[in-house]
């Protein structure tokens, strides 16, 4: 936020020339002094002496001399010869200048947009941020084909060039420059007017999912629910002051403050409402000030650049302050002793009446060429005569309406049915039951009304409800939050419905999953990082509903790419759904990339996406996303049939009902299994230690030591067949088979030498490894490349007849399996995975005009 962060040159001003602190003459009237307006709306400049190094916000280059110039309201500090060039308006109107219609998109909380754009904002001054975030899509009350640029100030790097003149935009010493949330585009302030407003996405537009392709109906529902944005992202914003000013709200006392000799603080509330929340600002002014100067500090506290002679302060049921009044609490006698002694600390700031009034209409459209219509109103003015002004000036057929926002806005928007749907998934519900099932349990459970709402798509303990009514949509939502069925929370989420039919052609947007849990807080970070450069809607965090919601966002897109965030059970998490829901897609293969969160990564690693996710940029992860080359990988079907097994071998009835799990990486029986399961114990006691993959190592290295001395007669408690041959097995404690040449954090435990009898180990063959191990010693040997395992056999067809109970593990998840048998064989078409590429990343276009004449076609992303 640019009002927060120009702050810090407060303190390079000397203390009488701030307009908070003091006066140079307390007695003087603050029409007195020198003004100097610029074409930029809202600021308020005035000549300063600098007394420490100052850079200017407007060019980011040093201000030679002791004179500077800074606006009163937003702190915005420039040279003289930057006067005339200012183009960015001031902090207090940056709400008049917002032109989308829908408030709920606008004004979202500092905790959503932090997460979605990158507005920030001290504690004190969120209550007065103006949240213009992002459009990412249409809520049915608009339609729009083109995307304008979406401007933020700030927060670009130190050595970003401008795309206009090409001279360095950025600075590291204060906030400069302007850069574009969606293409990227940086420019100086001065410079980005000049610039075509559509916005051609930059280079990820190939794997962007525009927002004019996404539709969702959110009246009713926050940035927060629209964005699936966790409660638990809603961190506290870091408490930090801004010179004079403070910010308090629902304590009903005053915070810690700067207070110098010769000054007071007074507590200010805009109006009767702000003193019902109790949110109200501290001004801290001389001891004797006259009320006018009392009046322009308030104002210029709430970002207010009117004249001070509109407005006056009142104490609370009391009489108000005059024009000629003075304040004076030092005890000394005046000619104008009112409000001598006890002066309240609490004020209301109000508007004085005035004959006539000047109304703001926004238009409810966007291809409006102004921002707001401005129309004088009187007491005599109607509704109908001000709706005939506006017409007049605009020459559209429309209906009036209004909304309620931080500030009064009127709107003036088109008049047209909108058709409400809004889709609600919820998950948590028994599993295998048809969709007439599905329904009476939700109207058990819920209360649906079957007149607004139908079961859309049921899936396995899940269903999406299309609800035609805003409220009955809201009232499903929270009561699904609270309700348990079967002993099982539901979860509920809003999905967006993406309109494939205004895709792009050609296009291959990406569906992005990241487990924040994974890396620690490495995947929060990554989360947050795509949230920015991409859509927002096509960012889903796995600990909010799983795979299943961007799965069934991406239903009808015909051409999308995945990227998993996580390690290899969440990439297995991902496949899995995948699988289950394959036939409801319109693209069932889609091709999947990894960024290695885990502890093991082997399949990042055999992918190139390499050991471990490092802090990489995430525009550079989307880009070698796009560049990425497209492999074919087997998975494998392992059928867990316990059945108690008599020593003659023969089976006698089941202990348990056969389970059916999909293999990626590897699976594991006898010493390596009990390995894992030692690890998943420890984590499961004690998972908050369990955030580093250097803790995670340490404690397999301590399960391990454990394991030494201790020896598993293996190859006694099992038989087994590969395509119908028996395998006669040597000593060995742990049996594994591989479907990829990397196990156990990167080793090569097939090997890397000749062997006449089986072929080179690939993982798109049909083939399994199989592989033994005699120890703990022998594995540790494996890690460390000075020995491979001993290669037992490769097929595509494994039976495995288990006699007692023994621990096995599939891609790192163990368990204790009964006696009976294991069969393992293909599943079903092999999957696409997306593979790294060894060449170097593609550079930008380096000019304007490059980027300009850059068509989506010419990308070879989506190819």
Not at 6 to 35: D, F, V, Y
Not at 46 to 52: A, N, Q
Not at 122 to 141: I, K, M, P, T, V
């Amino acid at each position: 936020m640019a009002n927060s962060t120009r702050t810090k040159n407060e303190n390079s001003i000397m203390e009488s020339a701030s307009p908070l602190s003091g006066r140079k003459k307390a007695q003087q009237s603050p029409g007195s002094r020198s003004r100097y307006h610029v074409s930029a709306p809202g600021h308020c400049f005035r000549k300063v002496t600098l007394t420490k190094p100052t850079f200017c916000h407007n060019c980011s280059d040093f201000i030679w001399g002791l004179i500077g110039f800074i606006c009163e309201v937003c702190n915005f500090m420039c040279h003289e010869k930057c006067l005339k060039t200012v183009r960015t308006a001031c902090s207090c109107m940056a709400p008049t200048l917002v032109r989308v219609s829908d408030s709920t998109k606008l004004n979202c909380s500092i905790a959503a947009c932090d997460c979605v754009c990158e507005l920030h904002a001290h504690s004190e001054c969120a209550a007065f941020s103006c949240g213009d975030c992002r459009l990412c899509h249409q809520d049915g009350s608009q339609d729009f084909d083109t995307l304008h640029h979406h401007w933020r100030e700030g927060n670009i790097p130190s050595g970003a060039r401008c795309e206009v003149c090409r001279r360095t935009c950025g600075s590291s010493d204060v906030l400069a420059g302007m850069r574009c949330e969606w293409c990227g585009m940086t420019t100086h302030a001065a410079c980005y007017v000049i610039v075509p407003p559509e916005c051609g996405l930059g280079r990820l537009r190939s794997m962007l999912l525009h927002p004019a392709c996404v539709q969702i109906c959110s009246r009713n529902f926050s940035k927060m629910h629209c964005y699936r944005i966790s409660e638990s992202c809603q961190n506290d914003l870091a408490a930090s002051c801004c010179g004079d000013v403070f910010f308090a709200a629902g304590t009903g006392r005053i915070s810690v403050f700067l207070q110098t000799s010769g000054k007071q603080v007074l507590k200010v509330f805009d109006g009767d409402d702000a003193v019902k929340r109790s949110h109200f600002r501290l001004v801290s002014i001389p001891r004797i000030t006259k009320n006018e100067e009392v009046v322009e500090s308030a104002l210029r506290t709430f970002y207010i650049p009117d004249d001070s002679l509109d407005y006056e302060l009142q104490d609370n049921g009391q009489q108000a302050l005059h024009s000629n009044d003075i304040l004076n609490r030092n005890g000394t006698p005046d000619e104008k002793a009112i409000f001598k002694e006890n002066v309240p600390e609490a004020w209301l700031l109000r508007a004085k009446p005035q004959d006539t009034e000047v109304l703001k209409v926004y238009a409810g459209w966007l291809k409006v060429g102004v921002a707001y219509i401005s129309i004088s109103i009187s007491k005599n003015s109607t509704v109908d005569s001000v709706i005939k002004e506006v017409l007049t000036q605009l020459g559209r057929q429309v209906q009036f309406t209004s909304r309620q926002m931080n500030q009064t806005r009127f709107y003036i928007v088109e008049s047209r049915k909108q058709v409400v749907q809004v889709n609600l998934l919820l998950e948590g519900l028994p599993v295998q039951l048809s969709k007439e099932e599905y329904t009476n349990l939700l109207q058990e459970h819920l209360a649906i009304k079957s007149e607004s709402t139908h079961i859309a798509s049921p899936f396995v303990g899940a269903v999406v409800v299309q609800i035609t009514c805003f409220s009955e949509a809201e009232r499903i939502y929270m009561l699904a939050k609270d309700t348990s069925v079967s002993n099982q929370q539901l979860t509920s989420l809003v999905i967006p419905e993406i309109m494939h039919n205004k895709l792009p052609k050609g296009g291959s947007p990406l569906l992005v999953f990241v487990n924040p849990k994974s890396g620690g807080l490495k995947g929060q970070e990554l989360l947050y990082g795509f949230r920015k450069l991409l859509n927002p809607h096509q960012v889903f965090d796995m600990t909010n509903g799983g795979p299943l919601p961007g799965l069934h966002t991406f239903r009808e897109v015909p051409r999308f790419r995945v990227l998993v965030c996580g390690g290899d059970g969440t990439v297995g998490w991902v496949l899995g759904v995948l699988e289950a829901i394959r036939h409801k897609l319109v693209c069932p293969e889609p091709p999947i990339g990894i960024v290695p969160l885990g502890t093991g990564n082997d399949l990042a690693r055999i992918l190139r996406w390499g050991a471990g996710y490092s802090g990489e940029d995430p525009h550079h992860i989307l880009v070698s996303v796009d560049e990425a080359e497209e492999v074919q990988m087997d998975r494998w079907t392992i059928l867990l049939d316990a059945q108690e097994v008599t020593e003659d071998g023969k089976e006698n009835g089941f202990l348990e009902p056969p389970k059916i799990v999909q293999m990626n990486n590897y699976f594991g029986l006898g010493i390596d299994a009990e390995l894992s399961l030692d690890f998943h114990h420890a984590r499961e006691e004690e998972p908050g230690k369990f955030n580093s993959r250097f803790h995670n190592k340490g404690v397999y290295l301590k399960a391990g030591l454990q394991k030494l001395s201790h020896t598993r007669n293996l190859h006694k408690d099992l038989k087994l067949q590969v395509d119908k041959q028996e395998v006669e097995l040597p000593s060995i404690e742990g049996l594994i088979f591989l479907n990829i040449p990397s196990w156990g954090s990167g080793a090569d435990l097939w090997g890397s030498e000749g062997d006449s009898r089986y072929g080179k180990p690939r993982i798109d063959d049909g083939m399994l490894e199989v592989v033994g191990v005699t120890g703990v010693v022998h594995m540790g040997q494996v890690q460390g490349g000075m020995r491979s395992g001993i290669r037992l056999a490769q097929g595509n067809y494994v039976r495995i007849t288990v006699t007692k109970p023994i621990p096995v593990q599939v891609d790192g998840e163990p368990w204790i399996q009964a006696p009976g048998n294991i069969i393992i064989s293909a599943a079903g078409p092999k999957v696409r995975m997306l593979r790294k590429s060894k060449h170097k990343q593609k550079k930008q276009p380096a000019s304007l005009k490059e980027r300009r004449s850059e068509s989506p076609s010419s990308s070879d992303g989506g190819h």
